[in-house]
């Protein structure tokens, strides 16, 4: 069974500043996903990725395989960023089915 | 997401009472995913499936139960609700291509008392 960790659990930032949050992961897989969860409760997908590195607007992805670890970054922090993000990898490793999801990251970017 | 729909939306039930949770979906995925979301814990699986009358348990199972008799809708099913099922649960879907990212529904916040 994957156990997958994020941090920090936290994290508060000023607009503007550059955000990296981190998640590790024990079994080998081949794709991840990066979640975000609104204030309102509402959960988006953000990335699915298998390798490299994928960009979306003011967010990166990237994920490093063999050593089972994935950040997201997020350049220019604004208020409307304050979200919990999680990520997600496959419960017995592989690329689909059900998934483990580390216990998330709470950010807040005060303006 | 557009294609995903949760009832109801708010359930207040008594310990004892059978509680059903649908999911419905337009985006014709294959994979669907009921999920609890509690303080301190991510979110946790409860069962899923991967076709019409395929279903499987997830980690935390006992005491629900689910079916998929069509490929849009999810039904969970709580047989006899205790107060320890009071939680957030979500649905989710997932298309066949392993390329596929998650889509989730809204969320049901469901409370026994």
């Known amino acids: 069974k994957n156990e997958v960790e994020q941090s920090p659990q936290n994290l508060t930032a000023q607009e503007g500043e550059f955000i990296t949050i981190n998640c590790s992961y024990s079994?080998?897989?081949?794709?991840l996903h990066w979640l975000q969860q609104h204030p309102g409760g509402g959960i988006v997908s953000l990335f699915m990725?298998?390798?490299g590195k994928k960009k979306h607007g003011r967010l990166i992805a990237t994920i490093n395989i063999q050593e089972k670890h994935s950040s997201l970054h997020i350049t220019a922090s604004h208020p409307r960023d304050s979200a919990v993000y999680i990520c997600?990898?496959?419960?017995?490793?592989?690329?689909?089915?059900?998934?483990?999801f580390g216990k998330g990251t709470k950010l807040s970017v005060k303006p | 997401d557009a294609g995903i729909t949760q009832s109801p939306r708010h359930k207040v039930t008594e310990t004892g009472t059978p509680v059903t949770l649908r999911c419905h979906q337009t985006?014709?995925?294959?994979?669907m995913y009921w999920y609890r979301q509690d303080p301190g814990h991510g979110l946790r699986l409860i069962h899923y499936?991967?076709?019409?009358?395929?279903?499987d348990k997830g980690e935390v199972s006992d005491g629900y139960s689910v079916s998929r008799s069509k490929t849009e809708d999810f039904l969970l099913t709580l047989e006899s609700a205790t107060s320890s099922q009071t939680s957030v649960y979500f649905c989710?879907?997932?298309?066949?291509?392993?390329?596929?990212?998650?889509?989730f529904g809204n969320g049901t916040r469901l409370t026994v008392t």
């Open positions: 985006e014709n995925h294959r994979y």
């Open positions: 079994v080998g897989i081949s794709a």
């Open positions: 989710a879907t997932q298309g066949a291509d392993n390329n596929s990212p998650l889509h």
């Open positions: 499936s991967y076709g019409v009358k395929d279903t």
């Open positions: 997600a990898a496959p419960y017995y490793g592989g690329s689909q089915g059900n998934l483990i």
């Open positions: 990725l298998s390798s």
